[in-house]
């Protein structure tokens, strides 16, 4: 099971809501990167954090995540590097953590 816990951000935009809303739209390729780790090791479980950058058009121009393994956190950085966000109000890039809690069923 996948659950998103608070997400940070510094500047104006996209918000909270904002955000959440578009993980949403990426969350089975998120949910997909645990799985894949969750097979080997059935007791996997933990908190990754993706820190991100939506520039000026809402696009992702850096992803980084950290957290259970260097694979699962690589395969959500690319996830939310894919991702399309609402463009910064004021025109200027926002920086996001937005922090995941993985538990086994």
């Known amino acids: 099971a996948i659950r998103a816990l608070p997400i940070e951000r510094a500047g104006e935009g996209p918000t909270?809501?904002?955000v959440q809303r578009v993980l949403r739209r990426?969350?089975?390729?998120?949910?997909s990167c645990?799985?894949?780790?969750?097979e080997s090791r059935p007791d996997l479980e933990g908190r990754v954090t993706a820190s991100f950058?939506?520039?000026s058009h809402g696009d992702v121009l850096r992803s980084h995540a950290a957290g259970l393994t260097g694979d699962v956190a690589g395969c959500i950085s690319d996830a939310v590097a894919s991702a399309r966000f609402p463009a910064p109000r004021n025109g200027l890039p926002v920086s996001v953590e937005a922090p995941f809690h993985f538990a086994a069923h």
Do not use: D, H, N, T
């Open 34 to 38: 645990y799985a894949v780790a969750v």
């Open 16 to 18: 909270e809501r904002e």
């Open 53 to 55: 950058v939506v520039g």
């Open 26 to 31: 990426v969350r089975s390729r998120i949910q």
